[in-house]
């Protein structure tokens, strides 16, 4: 690992010990700082997954789709190369093979910043410190897919036998979704959600400050494209899709879990894990047997 990742992480670690994300994320520090190194830690993340209650009942379906998405895309990668199905792993703190940069780190961090920022500003009665910080939110999960998408594209053309190509990682962020969709039957397909929360041109409205709130419509007008064209979007469906990637954050943590505990935890270890993961894990498709 980096020097400058080590840093961030040891940062983000003090911060949430000293209490900056909120007496609950101080609790559960404190409580992960006393297991012992190793698999003990991905158990707990994925029990803290799980045992998270999340209200909003499409929301509790959405974190369940992304965490089994991510954790089939390895599966069937491995089938096929298992060094590149690794990278899914890695991608957390390692740059992919010959990609600088590559790590998610840094956009996982910022997106469980903005996040946190947002809980925060979220009951406040000043419109436009909640709007801002929607914005920031709304930019912080669409950056994170951004960095996630071309580990997905890898492993999944690796799981259906074609060559891989680093150059995607440098692609445009709605290029390596028009990619993705080609690969996966796009909203016809398994990784239908990823396409509905993949935002491209509002992601480029808010970095490019072309987009702003219709307090009296409801509605949020942004201007994206050669030559600008001006979209809209629902006040209420762009607020959802704030809350929905939220939940990235600890999704893709506990996905990443998962795979760690069945490849590398001990039977018994592997036991601890809910079933439905582990029979999704050891899943053979019908075409495979």
């Given at each position: 690992?980096?020097q400058?990742?080590?840093q961030?992480l040891?940062?983000?670690?003090?911060?949430?010990e000293?209490?900056?994300?909120?007496?609950?994320?101080?609790?559960?520090q404190?409580?992960?700082?006393?297991?012992?190194?190793?698999?003990?830690?991905?158990?707990?993340?994925?029990?803290d997954?799980?045992?998270?209650t999340?209200?909003?009942?499409?929301?509790?379906?959405?974190?369940?789709?992304?965490?089994?998405?991510i954790?089939i895309?390895?599966r069937?990668?491995?089938?096929?190369?298992?060094?590149?199905?690794?990278?899914?792993?890695?991608?957390?703190?390692?740059?992919?093979p010959?990609?600088?940069e590559?790590c998610?780190?840094?956009?996982?961090?910022?997106?469980?910043?903005?996040?946190?920022?947002?809980r925060?500003?979220?009951?406040?009665?000043?419109k436009?410190?909640?709007?801002?910080?929607?914005?920031?939110?709304?930019?912080?999960?669409?950056?994170?897919l951004?960095?996630l998408?071309?580990?997905?594209?890898?492993?999944?053309?690796?799981?259906n036998s074609?060559?891989?190509?680093?150059?995607?990682?440098s692609?445009a962020?709605s290029?390596?979704?028009?990619?993705?969709?080609?690969?996966?039957?796009g909203?016809d397909g398994?990784?239908?959600l990823?396409f509905?929360?993949?935002?491209?041109k509002?992601?480029?409205?808010?970095?490019?400050?072309?987009i702003?709130?219709?307090?009296?419509?409801?509605?949020?007008r942004y201007?994206?494209?050669?030559?600008?064209v001006?979209?809209?979007?629902?006040?209420?469906n762009?607020?959802?899709l704030?809350?929905?990637?939220?939940?990235?954050?600890?999704?893709?943590?506990?996905?990443?879990?998962?795979?760690v505990?069945?490849?590398n935890g001990?039977?018994e270890?592997?036991s601890?894990?809910?079933q439905?993961?582990?029979?999704?894990?050891?899943?053979v498709?019908?075409?495979?047997?």
């Open positions: 690992m980096k400058s990742r080590k961030l040891e940062q983000f670690s003090h911060m949430a000293d209490g900056a994300f909120g007496d609950e994320i101080k609790a559960s404190a409580e992960y700082a006393s297991l012992p190194k190793g698999i003990a830690i991905f158990l707990k993340v994925i029990h997954y799980r045992q998270k999340i209200e909003n009942q499409e929301f509790a379906e959405i974190r369940e789709m992304f965490l089994k998405l954790i895309v390895y069937e990668a491995k089938r096929v190369d298992s060094d590149i199905a690794l990278s899914i792993i890695n991608s957390f703190i390692d740059d992919y010959g990609v600088q590559s998610l780190l840094p956009k996982w961090c910022s997106l469980s910043n903005a996040c946190l920022a947002f925060e500003v979220a009951k406040s009665e000043n436009l410190l909640v709007w801002q910080q929607a914005c920031k939110q709304f930019q912080a999960y669409n950056e994170f951004n960095g998408l071309p580990y997905l594209i890898i492993l999944w053309r690796t799981a074609k060559l891989v190509n680093i150059s995607v990682f692609v962020y290029n390596k979704i028009n990619q993705f969709k080609d690969l996966t039957s909203d398994a990784f239908y990823i509905r929360l993949a935002q491209p509002l992601r480029n409205a808010i970095a490019h400050e072309t702003w709130l219709d307090s009296n419509a409801n509605k949020v201007v994206d494209g050669k030559p600008p001006e979209h809209e979007i629902d006040l209420v762009f607020m959802a704030c809350s929905i990637g939220s939940h990235l954050v600890q999704t893709y943590l506990a996905a990443l879990a998962v795979i505990v069945m490849e001990t039977q270890a592997q601890l894990l809910p439905d993961l582990i029979d999704l894990f050891s899943f498709p019908t075409s495979a047997v």
